[in-house]
C-alpha cells in the first residue's frame, strides 16, 4: 500500500480497519474490557446498597454512578473497575495498532493472536508510561501544596511565595503541558509501542516529542481520524442494519407469526439493555439515530418454552453485532492514529519505520531458521547409522578375501 506520510494516508483507515481480523480483535477486546466492568460497577453500587434488580432495571448492561450518592468504599471498587477496563481497551488498541502496522508491512500473515501476545508484552510498559505520567503531575501538584503551605508562614511566606510567581507560572504552564501529552497519549501510545516496539519510557518520550514538535498536524490528523471513526459507526450500523431488515422480511414470510413473536422479544430485551446509550447516540446523530439504532419502542410477547430460548439465542448474536460496530469504529480510530503517527515520524525524523527492523519478526525468522536447521540434521543423523552398517559390511567382506 502506498504512503504519503501526509493527512492523506489518515483517510485509509476505515479500508485498513474493515476487515474480520480487526474487527474481531477490537470487538474482542471491547466485550472482555465491558464484562469487567460489568461486574466491578455492579459490585460497588451493590456495595452501596442497591440491589441487582433494582440496578438492572435502571442502567440495563452500562451501570454508572455519577450522579449518585455512594460510599468511598463504592467508588474506590468502582474506580478499579474502570481502570481495569480502561487497560484492557489500552492493550486491545495496541494489538490492533500492531496489526495495522503488519498490514502496511505486507506482512498477511501476521495473526491476531500474535498481536495479542504482542500487546501482552507491552502490558508493563503501557502501566509503566502511565505511572510515569501520574509522578509528573503528582510531582507539580504536591509542589504546589508544599510552597502553599510554606505560604502560610507569617511574613516570611508571602514574601517568598510572592518572589517566585514568574517560576510559579510557568511551572503551572508546564504542568498544563504535561496534562495534554497525557490526554493525546491515550490515543498515540498504542501507536508507538506497536510500530517502534518501545518501553515505556520511549513511549512517554515520543508522546512529548510528537505534541511539542508537531501539535497541529497531530491534532488536524487525530480530528480526521475521530470523524472517520464516526462515519464508520455509522457506515457499519446502517450496513447492518439493512442486513437485518431482508433477513426478517425472508423469514418472516417463511415462519410467520412465530418469527414475528421471537423477533419483536429479542429486540425489546436488546432495547432494554441498550437503553442507557440512547441518549449518546441522539446527541450525536441527532434525527439520523432512527436510521442506526432502534426506529421505534418494541413490547414483549408470549412465547413458548422453545421460542424463548430462540429469543435468547437471537438476542445475544444481534448483540454481538452490535459490538462489533464499536469493534469497527474503534478499529477505524486506531488505523488513523497508527497512520498519522507513522506520518508525523517520518517528517519529524526523515525515517520510515515501515522499513525499520521489527525485532518480533527477526526472532521468528530465526526460530523458523534454528527449526528449519533442525529438520536438516534430523536426516542426516537418521543415514548415519546406515552409513555405518555399510562400512562394516564392507570391511566384513574385506576380510574374508583376505582369509580366502
Known amino acids: 500500500m502506498r504512503m504519503y506520510f501526509d493527512f492523506r494516508d489518515v483517510f485509509k483507515a476505515p479500508r485498513i480497519a474493515f476487515s474480520f481480523q480487526r474487527i474481531w480483535t477490537n470487538t474482542l477486546g471491547i466485550i472482555l474490557a465491558g464484562i469487567i466492568y460489568l461486574l466491578i460497577a455492579y459490585l460497588a453500587l451493590m456495595i452501596n446498597g442497591a440491589s441487582f ?25 468502582w474506580g478499579i473497575g474502570a481502570i ?19 498490514q502496511l508491512r505486507n506482512e498477511f500473515f501476521y495473526s491476531w493472536r500474535q498481536a495479542f501476545r504482542f500487546a501482552f508484552k507491552k502490558f508493563l510498559s503501557i ?46 504552564v508546564l504542568l498544563a503541558f504535561i496534562v495534554l501529552v497525557t490526554v493525546v497519549s491515550i490515543l498515540i ?21 510528537i505534541v511539542y514538535n508537531q501539535p497541529w498536524r497531530l491534532a488536524i490528523y487525530s480530528v480526521l481520524a475521530g470523524i472517520l471513526e464516526l462515519l464508520a459507526f455509522a457506515f457499519y450500523a446502517g450496513m447492518l442494519k439493512v442486513g437485518y431488515r431482508v433477513f426478517a422480511l425472508l423469514f418472516e414470510v417463511g415462519m410467520g ?16 439493555i441498550l437503553q442507557p446509550l440512547e441518549g449518546a447516540l441522539f446527541t450525536i446523530w441527532g434525527t439520523w439515530t432512527p436510521y442506526l439504532y432502534f426506529s421505534h419502542p418494541h413490547a414483549t410477547m408470549a412465547l413458548s418454552g422453545t421460542e424463548a430460548i430462540a429469543a435468547v439465542i437471537v438476542t445475544f448474536f444481534l448483540g454481538l453485532l452490535g459490538v462489533s460496530v464499536v469493534g469497527f469504529a474503534e478499529a477505524t480510530g486506531n488505523a488513523g492514529m497508527t497512520l498519522t503517527f507513522l506520518a508525523l515520524y517520518k517528517k ?10 521489527d525485532d518480533e519478526l ?5 526460530e523458523e531458521s534454528e527449526q528449519q536447521s533442525r529438520n536438516d540434521e534430523e536426516p542426516a543423523e537418521a543415514e548415519k547409522p546406515e552409513d555405518e552398517t555399510e562400512t562394516s559390511a564392507a570391511t566384513d567382506e574385506n576380510e574374508e578375501k583376505e582369509e580366502s
Open 53 to 77: 434488580q433494582e440496578i438492572f432495571a435502571r442502567s440495563g448492561f452500562f451501570p454508572f454512578p455519577m450522579g449518585k450518592s455512594m460510599s468511598l468504599l463504592a467508588w474506590i471498587v
Open 127 to 172: 502501566i509503566g508510561a502511565y505511572f510515569t505520567f501520574i509522578f509528573m503531575i503528582a510531582f507539580f501538584v504536591v509542589g504546589a501544596l508544599v510552597m502553599g503551605i510554606i505560604g502560610r508562614i507569617p511574613a516570611i511566606g508571602e514574601w517568598l511565595n510572592a518572589l517566585l510567581t514568574i517560576p510559579y507560572v510557568l511551572a503551572g
Open 257 to 272: 407469526e412465530k418469527f414475528y413473536r421471537i423477533a419483536e422479544n429479542s429486540l425489546a430485551w436488546l432495547q432494554h
Open 362 to 366: 527477526k526472532e521468528e525468522e530465526e
Open 84 to 102: 481495569l477496563s480502561g487497560l484492557v481497551i489500552l492493550v486491545t488498541n495496541t494489538a490492533v495498532a500492531r496489526l495495522v502496522y503488519m
Open 348 to 357: 519529524q525524523e526523515d525515517e520510515n519505520l515501515l522499513e525499520r527492523e
Open 189 to 209: 501510545i498504542p501507536a508507538i509501542l506497536a510500530t517502534m516496539d518501545e518501553d515505556a519510557l520511549g513511549g512517554v518520550f515520543q508522546s512529548f516529542s
